[in-house]
C-alpha cells in the first residue's frame, strides 16, 4: 500500500507539471503574474521548468488524497495480482477523468468567456495583458481539480468492476458435462 500512495504521489506530481506547460501555453500571465510568487519561484528560474514545479507543487498531494480513497478500496478484489491490476486501473480511470474534465472546463471558458469589463479592469490593473487568456486558464486549473475528485468516483467503478469480475469467475465457473 505505501507503494501505490508514492506511486499516486508521483503520478499526480508528473500530470501537473504536464498539465501547466499546456496551461502555460494558454497564459504565461498565468504563471508570472500569479503562480510564481504564490509557490515562491525565483524570477530567475526558466519559465517552463518553473511552470513545471508549480505544477508539481500544486497536485503531487492530490495524489495522496485521491490514493486514500482508492488504494483500500482495491482490497476488494481477492488476489494479489487483481488488487494490483485493480489499483491501476482506478489510477487511469481518474488521470483520464482528470484531463477529460479539465480539458471540458476549458473548452466551455474557450466557447463561453467573454470580455466582463469589470473583471477585466481588475486584472490589467494587476498587469495582466490577456484577461481572458488569465481566466481560461484559471479555469482549466479549477476545471483539473474538480476532474481529480471526480476521479475517485471514476476509479472506484473501476474496482467496482474488477471486484465483479473476479466474483463472478470465481463463483460462476462452468460445469463439465458428462456424456
Known sequence: ??????????????????????SYSISPEYFT???FEQFGVSHS???????AVVGWHASWWMGAFIGLFLIPAGMLVRSDRGYVLAVLRAFVAVLATTT???????????????ADPELDSMLRDAMIADPIAFRRTAALHNASYIGGL?????????????????NVRLNFRPRKVEG
Not at 100 to 114: D, E, K, S
Open 1 to 22: 500500500m505505501p507503494v501505490f500512495l508514492l506511486l499516486a504521489c508521483a503520478l499526480s506530481g508528473v500530470y501537473g507539471m504536464i498539465h501547466n506547460q499546456v
Open 33 to 35: 503574474k500569479l503562480k
Open 45 to 51: 528560474t526558466p519559465e517552463r521548468l518553473g511552470a
Open 100 to 114: 477529460l474534465v479539465g480539458a471540458t472546463g476549458l473548452l466551455l471558458a474557450v466557447v463561453f468567456a467573454r
Open 150 to 166: 471526480l476521479g475517485i468516483f471514476a476509479g472506484w467503478a473501476s474496482i467496482l468492476k474488477s471486484f465483479l469480475r473476479e
